[in-house]
């Protein structure tokens, strides 16, 4: 499976030391990133990431297109919802391709760890039906 993810800058530690936890059942699957995030992640997880551009730069539109070709089986964004970004647009866009396109994505701390559990049971396993 294909795991997007994407962290606000007050919230990437908190994905580190998610990725860190979780380490053994995403190395089993390929993950993809904005930028500082996907960096972030590979340093303390020794996973590889393909890392698209930081997000405000384009990271988050480059996703987008992922999620619209069907690239992406589930995405995990750990959001900061009381710091406005500049590039709100992009991001709520991601939100809305996944909405529309069927992708499972995860907000906060619970919900990704329900979906990482999800994909580990093999619960996610309809996504193939998608490709």
């Not at 995405?75 to 391709?97: C, G, Q, Y």
Request: glycine residues 6%.
């Amino acid at each position: 499976m294909n795991i997007a993810l994407i962290a606000h800058d007050a919230k990437k530690k908190l994905m580190q030391n998610f990725c860190i936890a979780y380490r053994g059942i995403l190395s089993k699957n390929d993950l993809y990133a904005t930028g500082t995030t996907g960096r972030l992640v590979e340093e303390v997880t020794n996973l590889t990431v393909h890392k698209y551009l930081a997000g405000h730069l384009g990271g988050s539109q480059q996703l987008g297109a992922a999620i619209e070709h069907n690239d992406i089986d589930l995405v995990i964004f750990l959001r900061d919802p009381l710091t406005v970004k500049r590039h709100e647009p992009d991001i709520n866009n991601v939100m809305t391709l996944c909405d529309m396109h069927n992708i499972p994505v995860a907000t906060n701390l619970a919900s990704a760890e329900l979906l990482i559990k999800s994909l580990d049971r093999g619960d996610l396993e309809w996504r193939e039906m998608y490709k």
